[in-house]
């Protein structure tokens, strides 16, 4: 028996930060996210990534409560975010005049199949893949 229903794709991921203001320069001023919406409440910060949110909870807020992770310890393993265009020497001279280090890149295989990708890590040390959206055509 299948399922009534069928897994359109990622909604959003909530990621735990230690310091917003990094975060928010990293995903909104390094990868370009857009400002959504802010709670302050509950200490949420969401940014809009093309179909896709990233939500930013604080350590001290309501969602983002309890110990962060250990020194080399993560969130996550890794997400990926697709880029179009990837044009590989722009995107490493941008991400290395941000301070971002990036490793190597390498064909990877992900949701809309197999194309180059490369990763970085974000502020908090998450993991984050950068690859190729597809080219239709």
């Known amino acids: 028996m ?3 229903f069928a897994v359109q794709g990622i909604d959003h991921i909530v990621l735990r930060v230690r310091e917003l203001a990094r975060a928010l320069e990293f ?11 802010e709670e302050a409440s509950v200490g ?3 940014l809009r990534a093309g179909r896709s949110l990233i939500d ?3 350590l001290d807020g309501p969602l983002g409560q309890g110990s962060p992770p250990a020194p080399g310890a993560h969130n996550v393993e890794h997400f990926c975010l697709t880029l179009a265009p990837f044009d590989e020497p722009r995107l490493r001279a941008w991400l290395e005049a941000h301070g971002v280090r990036t490793e190597a890149a390498a064909q990877r295989y992900g ?3 197999q194309g180059p990708s490369l990763y970085i890590a974000d502020p908090d040390g ?6 190729a959206a597809r080219r239709d055509g």
Do not use: I, W
């Open 2 to 4: 299948s399922a009534p």
């Open 27 to 37: 995903y909104r001023d390094v990868l370009g996210c857009r400002l959504e919406r």
């Open 44 to 46: 949420l910060t969401q």
């Open 56 to 58: 930013l909870v604080t």
């Open 111 to 113: 949701a809309e199949g």
């Open 126 to 131: 998450n993991r984050v893949e950068l690859k």
